[in-house]
């Protein structure tokens, strides 16, 4: 089964620093899907990637596939406590988005 | 707002117990996804009903079980409850049931076994 690593687990950063999350499938990946999380709340969407080399933005956050499939990476410019949270990336397999496997989460903490 | 909706927000209950979480999903969404959270398991798929179908089934327990409602509504029953049931339970909802649609997660109900 599709296992989802994702690094660092957690992240302590000042305002206004830039950061990245990275998110590795051990397959290859047809659907990933970048969510946001407060504690103990439920999922925000942030974005969802397919095409290999696909980049989307959303305000300052923007999210990678590499070529291969096989690793996505959120970046953020310029971080805001409101950034601060737990991202979570959750994949589907090649039937579609039935089985959505998350992984266990970057926990993002901004210092003002 | 993601537009799902959960009750209750909070459950205490005791061991044996049995408790029913309810969903209402988006307007016009067809699809409910159940997910359980916890700290050692992270987020994990239990089941989805597509029209009132069962459509995909995950980790989910014997103890458990789920329905989609004509009205579309869902219930995730929960018998025989253990301490290790004590969890966030996470509804979601997408339009239909087809390949990559985005799921919206409600914001879940918080189950303490006591």
């Known amino acids: 089964s599709q296992e989802l690593e994702q690094s660092p687990q957690s992240l302590i950063v000042q305002e206004g620093k830039n950061l990245t999350i990275n998110c590795t499938s051990s397959?290859?990946?047809?659907?990933l899907y970048w969510y946001k999380q407060k504690y103990g709340e439920g999922l925000i969407f942030l974005m969802m990637?397919?095409?290999?080399?696909e980049e989307k933005s959303h305000e300052k956050i923007t999210a990678k596939l590499d070529e291969k499939k096989q690793q996505s990476s959120l970046h953020i410019t310029a971080s805001q406590p409101s950034h601060a949270g737990i991202y979570l990336c959750?994949?589907?397999?090649?039937?579609?988005?039935?089985?959505?496997?998350f992984g266990k989460g970057t926990k993002l903490t901004v210092n003002p | 707002d993601s537009g799902v909706t959960q009750t209750p927000k909070h459950l205490i209950t005791a061991t044996g117990q049995r408790v029913t979480l309810r969903c209402s999903p988006r307007?016009?969404?067809?699809?409910v996804y159940w997910y359980q959270q916890s700290l050692d398991q992270g987020l994990q798929f239990l089941i989805q009903?597509?029209?009132?179908?069962?459509?995909a089934k995950g980790n989910i327990l014997e103890r458990f079980s789920a329905q989609q409602f004509p009205d579309l509504h869902s219930e995730l029953n929960l018998s025989s409850l253990e301490l290790g049931d004590s969890a966030l339970y996470f509804c979601?909802?997408?339009?239909?049931?087809?390949?990559?649609?985005?799921?919206?997660f409600g914001p879940g109900t918080r189950l303490l076994v006591l």
């Open positions: 009903y597509y029209n009132g179908e069962e459509r």
């Open positions: 959750g994949a589907d397999g090649r039937g579609g988005s039935e089985k959505l496997v």
């Open positions: 307007s016009g969404d067809l699809s």
């Open positions: 990637l397919q095409k290999g080399g």
């Open positions: 979601a909802s997408s339009p239909g049931g087809g390949v990559r649609e985005t799921q919206y």
């Open positions: 397959k290859t990946l047809y659907g």
